[in-house]
């Protein structure tokens, strides 16, 4: 071994004692998530939070390959919270015990809907889907869309899973006016005409991974080419893109005032034509599900492990006591 990796898997062992002390000794509920949030505060300026983004996925980067088995755990986790949370932001009635109940079980939950049922072990095969994309390098592209729509409403909407609507319709509470049907092909040729080009290395400006993940999760709920799955399908769609560029699974939260949060930036994008407030919903997002992967990696007994995580307890010396 060099003399420089010695020195660095001493830095490193040093680092992580030091994380672990602070562990021991505060009361705190989340105390690395606290230390995180102090090295990348709340901002609403955009440039910053992407900053603050890059930054973290270099934390995140410093830690691969990851551990199979922290990885494997953590994604269980996050894919029963994921499709509970964009569930529950349409109107489904499982809570997160019956969610996971349904999933890892096959229980079925006394009162509730056989639609409920669907909806969350539809999302979970959708969720299994990206992965497999991920992991082959697949592109996104029509057929991909439609076929996580066609997963989506499996069991539920056979007339209409996999097909562009065939009817207007119309978004409760919302002042936004759906596309006509008959546009609906066109609008989205032009949606991936946009992701197509963008995605381009010969394009004009290059478009960071969150703002394109949001403009594809926007511009589809804009169209709204389904009859039902818009909203599942946009998110899932922006966590393909997200995944893809090595970022993590990223959940929007159905609690009251996150939905509502959620809805009106949507609704203001539709109305003032004004992306901002989205754009940097979506990357506190991100930035939460950075503070969930590094929670989970960062404290790793491991002996082949010690040498992992460079970059993120560089950092994170800068805020540990």
């Not at 900053?51 to 980067?61: F, G, I, V, Y």
């Not at 590094?294 to 082949?304: C, H, Q, Y």
């Not at 995580?309 to 805020?319: A, I, N, P, S, T």
């Given at each position: 071994?060099?003399?420089?990796?010695?020195?660095?898997?001493?830095?490193?062992?040093?680092?992580?004692?030091?994380?672990?002390?602070?562990?021991?000794?505060?009361?705190?509920?989340?105390?690395?998530?606290?230390?995180?949030?102090?090295?990348?505060?709340?901002?609403?300026?955009?440039?910053?939070?992407?900053?603050?983004?890059?930054?973290?996925?270099?934390?995140?980067?410093?830690?691969?390959?990851?551990?199979?088995?922290?990885?494997?755990?953590?994604?269980?986790?996050?894919?029963?919270?994921?499709?509970?949370?964009?569930?529950?932001?349409?109107?489904?009635?499982?809570?997160?015990?019956?969610?996971?109940?349904?999933?890892?079980?096959?229980?079925?939950?006394?009162?509730?809907?056989?639609?409920?049922?669907?909806?969350?072990?539809?999302?979970?095969?959708?969720?299994?889907?990206?992965?497999?994309?991920?992991?082959?390098?697949?592109?996104?592209?029509?057929?991909?869309?439609?076929?996580?729509?066609?997963?989506?409403?499996?069991?539920?909407?056979r007339e209409n899973a996999g097909f562009y609507r065939r009817m207007n319709v119309h978004i409760a509470g919302s002042i936004h006016?759906?596309?006509?049907?008959?546009?609906?092909?066109?609008?989205?040729?032009?949606?991936?005409?946009?992701?197509?080009?963008?995605?381009?290395?010969?394009?004009?400006?290059?478009?960071?991974?969150?703002?394109?993940?949001?403009?594809?999760?926007?511009?589809?709920?804009?169209?709204?080419?389904?009859?039902?799955?818009?909203?599942?399908?946009?998110?899932?769609?922006?966590?393909?893109?997200?995944?893809?560029?090595?970022?993590?699974?990223?959940?929007?939260?159905?609690?009251?005032?996150?939905?509502?949060?959620?809805?009106?930036?949507?609704?203001?994008?539709?109305?003032?034509?004004n992306h901002d407030d989205f754009t940097l919903l979506i990357g506190r997002c991100v930035k939460e599900g950075f503070f969930r992967?590094?929670?989970?990696?960062?404290?790793?007994?491991?002996?082949?492990?010690?040498?992992?995580?460079?970059?993120?307890?560089?950092?994170?010396?800068?805020?540990?006591?």
């Open positions: 071994m060099s003399v420089e990796r010695v020195l660095l898997k001493e830095e490193l062992t040093a680092l992580r004692e030091k994380l672990n002390q602070h562990l021991r000794q505060t009361n705190e509920p989340n105390p690395l998530q606290s230390l995180l949030q102090q090295l990348y505060p709340d901002t609403s300026e955009r440039a910053v939070l992407l900053a603050q983004l890059d930054d973290l996925k270099q934390c995140l980067d410093s830690f691969r390959p990851f551990h199979p088995q922290q990885v494997e755990n953590l994604l269980e986790a996050l894919t029963v919270k994921y499709t509970y949370e964009s569930n529950r932001i349409e109107g489904n009635s499982l809570t997160l015990s019956e969610t996971r109940q349904v999933l890892d079980h096959g229980l079925t939950i006394g009162g509730k809907p056989l639609k409920d049922h669907l909806e969350a072990t539809n999302h979970h095969q959708a969720i299994g889907f990206l992965q497999r994309l991920v992991k082959q390098k697949e592109p996104l592209t029509e057929r991909i869309l439609l076929e996580i729509h066609a997963i989506i409403l499996n069991g539920i909407d006016i759906c596309p006509n049907h008959l546009k609906v092909p066109e609008l989205m040729e032009d949606y991936f005409s946009f992701y197509t080009k963008t995605k381009s290395t010969k394009a004009k400006s290059q478009w960071h991974p969150v703002e394109l993940a949001s403009a594809m999760h926007l511009r589809l709920v804009t169209i709204h080419p389904f009859i039902d799955g818009n909203g599942r399908c946009a998110r899932l769609i922006m966590n393909l893109i997200l995944m893809q560029n090595g970022f993590p699974i990223t959940i929007i939260s159905a609690n009251p005032r996150e939905r509502n949060a959620y809805y009106d930036a949507l609704e203001q994008s539709h109305s003032q034509d992967y590094l929670d989970t990696l960062a404290i790793n007994g491991e002996p082949s492990e010690e040498e992992k995580g460079r970059h993120f307890f560089r950092r994170l010396q800068e805020v540990l006591p």
